[in-house]
């Protein structure tokens, strides 16, 4: 099912639509870490307790969507094999071990009307922001003392450190706090990964104070992640990796930076509007209720 999904992700990436799976969700579908069921009408993933989903744009409007999500949550969820053009009753009761979280990316009107149908309620906002991308940038700026350098890519001690830092200062978010290093090996691997973007800042001990990753794919260059140490944020370490991103990403020919921040992030949304992020679209993860 593996070139199903990444079949239909493209597909859809291809038509302007925001991608349908998260780069987590992928690394673990081909990791075998999550059940995959449909066809090349559409397919739903489900990892963690969550589920994501896209249905082929020739097929909407048939009733596959609505189909995979009552596969996935219905009785025997675990081990459905059922059509996924076939009829749903989202009144049927929902499996115990189904899914109780899902992600509409893009926040496409089928998606709510999905998520309404089945009594899923919608918790969580993440927005992607975007600003034009510019050659002539403000200096970095570092702290006296502090130094930058690039990742090496496969070397234990900056994986090990950098998972550290990463842990640390996502602790309280749920997915990107949680990698792993096979996780950070999986990513290392992808075609767009370069240890050049992945910007390590340095203390002057040489200790891990922060890191700018980007991801630079069909010319956007994204800041995947964004990380600064617990025990100096508050101290502008964080405009200082976002102008060092800037400046990576200047004069490649890129049409645009990119970046993920949740919609009530409110110290983080202040950081990245006066770095001239505007927003673009919207992700939005909806609960399972207790049904109508």
Same mark, same amino acid.
């Given at each position: ?17 925001a ?36 249905? =082929? &744009? +020739? !097929?909407?409007?048939?009733?596959? %969507?609505?189909? $995979? ?6 009785? #025997? @969820? ?24 899902a ?20 918790v ?30 496969g ?30 090996? =999986? &990513? +290392? !691997?992808?075609?767009?990964?370069? %240890?050049?973007? $992945? ?6 001990? #040489? @200790? ?12 956007t ?39 993920y ?32």
């Open positions: 099912m593996l070139a199903v999904v990444e079949m239909l992700a493209a597909a859809s990436v291809a038509a302007g639509e991608p349908p799976f998260s780069d987590q969700t992928l690394v673990d579908v081909r990791a075998g870490r999550a059940t995959v069921v449909g066809d090349e009408r559409g397919v739903a993933v489900v990892r963690d307790g969550e589920l994501e989903l896209v249905v =082929a &744009r +020739e !097929a909407r409007g048939q009733g596959v %969507g609505s189909a $995979l999500v009552a596969q996935v949550t219905g009785p #025997g @969820a675990g081990g459905a094999t059922t059509d996924p053009g076939a009829s749903a009753d989202p009144g049927a009761s929902a499996d115990p071990g189904a899914p109780r979280l992600w509409a990316h893009g926040d496409h009107p089928a998606a709510r009307a999905l998520a309404d149908r089945y009594g899923w309620t919608a969580r906002t993440l927005l992607q922001l975007r600003a034009p991308i510019v050659d002539t940038l403000a200096p970095v700026g570092l702290p006296v003392g502090y130094g930058l350098d690039a990742f090496r890519a070397d234990p001690e900056d994986e090990d450190a950098w998972l550290t830092l990463n842990a640390a200062a996502f602790a309280n978010h749920p997915e990107q706090g949680r990698m792993t290093i096979d996780d950070l090996r =999986a &990513r +290392e !691997a992808e075609p767009w990964f370069s %240890g050049d973007d $992945l910007l390590l800042l340095r203390d002057e001990s #040489g @200790a891990l104070a922060g890191s700018c990753w980007l991801k630079v794919e069909d010319g260059g994204e800041f995947y992640a964004v990380a600064v140490r617990p025990d100096l944020q508050g101290q502008g370490l964080g405009g200082v990796l976002m102008r060092a991103g800037s400046a990576r990403l200047a004069g490649r020919g890129l049409t645009a930076a990119a970046l921040v949740e919609g009530d992030n409110e110290p983080a949304l202040a950081l990245y509007r006066r770095s001239g992020f505007t927003q673009h679209a919207i992700d939005v993860q909806y609960a399972r209720g207790s049904g109508r």
